[in-house]
């Protein structure tokens, strides 16, 4: 919303342009600081939500039923073909849009998809299923990633043994990633 308040007021016309022969004055810094700050709150905004809600959707299917083990796959497959969709306007119809000189309009149906997807994001926020957190993740990460270096030279078993371990008495609450064999190393 900033973005496109701040092209539609202070940065596309600037004093002084649109007469032959004068140059543009130009912007002040301040109008500069704005267009900046907008362009980071976008880049930190897309940062934090984009990953989010794959883990968000995946977390509203109970992985013990069937039926919700398929509407999950279901959700994942509408979730790609939303994402190219969106790349696919966006490098077309907008970029047709901006090219005709229409910048104005085309930040303006940016913070509209934005502002429309969100208010549809919120209307389902009754419905939803939150899961509680049951330890830092931060360090959970940390774990993971001093535990790869650890293990960097470790030599993959040829029959898989050996490779996870079943704590006894873990925490319940914690959900844990069952081993699997539909993904194996190629090379």
Not at 130 to 159: G, Y
Not at 174 to 180: A, K, P
Request: charged share 20%; hydrophobic share 40%.
């Amino acid at each position: 919303m900033i973005l496109s308040l701040s092209t539609h007021f202070l940065l596309l016309k600037p004093k002084g342009c649109g007469k032959i022969g004068f140059l543009c004055d130009p912007h002040s810094p301040l109008h500069v600081a704005i267009l900046y700050i907008s362009i980071y709150l976008i880049a930190l905004g897309n940062g934090a939500a984009d990953p989010a809600l794959a883990t968000f959707g995946s977390d509203q299917f109970d992985e013990e039923e069937p039926k919700e083990e398929k509407s999950k796959t279901l959700f994942f497959s509408y979730f790609y073909v939303a994402l190219n969709l969106g790349s696919l306007v966006a490098e077309t119809v907008l970029a047709y849009i901006e090219t005709t000189g229409n910048w104005v309009l085309g930040f303006w149906i940016c913070a509209g998809c934005g502002g429309f997807s969100f208010l549809i994001f919120m209307t389902g926020t009754r419905r939803y299923r939150h899961m509680k957190t049951s330890r830092n993740p931060i360090s959970r990460f940390a774990q993971v990633f001093v535990s790869s270096m650890k293990k960097i030279k470790f030599q993959v078993p040829a029959n898989g043994e050996g490779l996870y371990d079943v704590q006894e008495g873990s925490d319940p609450s914690v959900r844990r990633m069952h081993h699997t064999k539909g993904l194996r190393q190629v090379f």
